[in-house]
């Protein structure tokens, strides 16, 4: 996180635009970079990107005090406890990315038109009713 | 986690146990070895040990991965789906200390009396609609 | 609800009793009074059944509000907010009922003994993790 | 549900929408028709609306099946069991009125630009953190 970017550089050629299985590609979010790399953010608010970076750190924190609950044998529901706290935590990084997601990506396929926004509600859908929680 | 514990240590004092401000501490259980030490489950199953061990420093590599993705300015959706599996991943971790908690601890509440059982039946709903999520 | 029972009648057979398939059944919860009749509950609470009958009296109206508001086309996120009120009522029933079930069924199913127990314990993980949202 | 509207008719004057306290309204949602009816929704599919009003009468069922559970003494695990079911067909009413909201109130206030995009993507956020479970 050395650099803090405002707009991901595209690397991608006008074929590999076009040959793209999910419509979503097109609207220029979703890109892989390369064939290893895994597709990109269109762009990506560098306080928000902050943010979820701290947070991740402090979640792995967790992680680790977890382990060491788990280890010494403590009382189960304080462990729980300290689980649900994670699970409050990473929702928060979840709903940072979502309005990244909203304000960037999702914004660009529906101001696109209809072949970019239809493709976009079908995923908007599924990340809110299966992957939010 | 050298060796496995299948009954926790207890070294309350009786004045310990009577000083208690939780009724469930009688149970046997959420007792303190120490000022430090925080409350002890009454008694762990070795093998869900292990297995909570093991899924717990696999969400920490999880979580080191999610702090790459956000570096690499990842697609926000890719975030999410694996943030949620994450979620999924801690919430096996959750069943398996339910199981445990049920297993040892409120067993021993419920089988000692109403003294026990009504306090322990409060605590499993505060964990079960509070924190199982 | 003219009578309130705070004992449900068992009207099964030892017979009945011994070829449940369910090993839950033999502590008693759980058994169909008759051939269409469904399983009972061991005991219930008359206090929390009267509770509860008032909720899903006002959860009924909420469903029928809710009907209205999308015949009048009403505003989306008014609708939703609305049905996040009738999520949060059925919650209040299903805790109750999960009280009830942890001081009766659950408790008798744990002081039986470890045949009881442990399919009771099975039961609680699939209501907790399954059906509490 | 006699006539099937595809465009909500919005009775509302020039000054009502400068005066509109949410930024949302000027978007064209969200517009109480009259003093005591409530915003509306800009526009409403007529086969959601369909599925919609047939899943919420399906839920009303449920709800007073559920009544007569209770009523019944049925046993508390079932009766959870069927409280989840309605939980999932709240969920379907709800997932169909996000796909509508995202389709029509959502983008036109997206496409309308920053001033009406902003507090679309707050009022977003809360729908699927705070109201979609």
Known sequence: MKEKTTRVTKKRSAKQA???ELPVLQCGCALPDAADAGRKALAVDPDAKDRNIKRLRRIEG????????????????????????VHEALRSVGRELMRNHLKHCATAAIRSGPEQSEPMY?????LIYKHSR
Do not use: F, H, P
Request: aromatic share 4%; net charge negative.
């Open 62 to 85: 967790q992680v680790r005090g977890l382990q060491k609950m788990v280890e010494d044998d403590r009382y189960c529901a304080d462990i729980m406890t300290q689980i649900s706290s």
């Open 18 to 20: 076009s040959t793209g």
């Open 122 to 126: 079908d995923e908007l859908l599924n």
